[in-house]
């Protein structure tokens, strides 16, 4: 398993990040954290680097919990659908049993 060491700016910060993921990777996620961290900071009541870091981090949350109950809801529609496909089969290829 290969480490890689991968220098990323977040707000203007330098940080070194070591990981087993793609450089390319790991910066694409900091862009994506940066993207947020500004966001947040956009509003003229958040001036406070930390607090808009958490914000952020709350945002992001938010979003893999919608993308988690996004693709719960695709999973049980596909075994759904293949329950009714699987009526159409013939008995012997129904795989049941």
């Known amino acids: 398993m290969t480490v890689h060491s991968t220098r990323v700016r977040i707000v203007g ?3 070194t990040v070591r990981s ?15 993207a947020a961290i500004r966001k947040v900071l956009e509003s003229p009541a958040i001036t406070d680097p930390g607090k808009a ?3 952020a981090a709350m945002a992001i949350t938010s979003e ?15 075994r759904s659908l293949s329950g ?5 089969l013939p008995p ?6």
């Not at 893999?64 to 529609?77: G, S, T």
């Not at 009714?84 to 159409?88: A, F, G, I």
């Open 84 to 88: 009714e496909l699987r009526r159409w």
């Open 53 to 55: 870091a958490i914000l």
């Open 20 to 34: 087993t993921v793609s450089p390319e990777h790991t910066q694409a996620i900091a862009a994506h954290v940066d």
């Open 64 to 78: 893999l919990f919608d993308e988690r109950a996004a693709q719960a809801q695709v999973a049980e529609r596909m």
């Open 92 to 97: 012997g290829k129904r795989g049941e049993g």
């Open 13 to 15: 910060e330098e940080y």
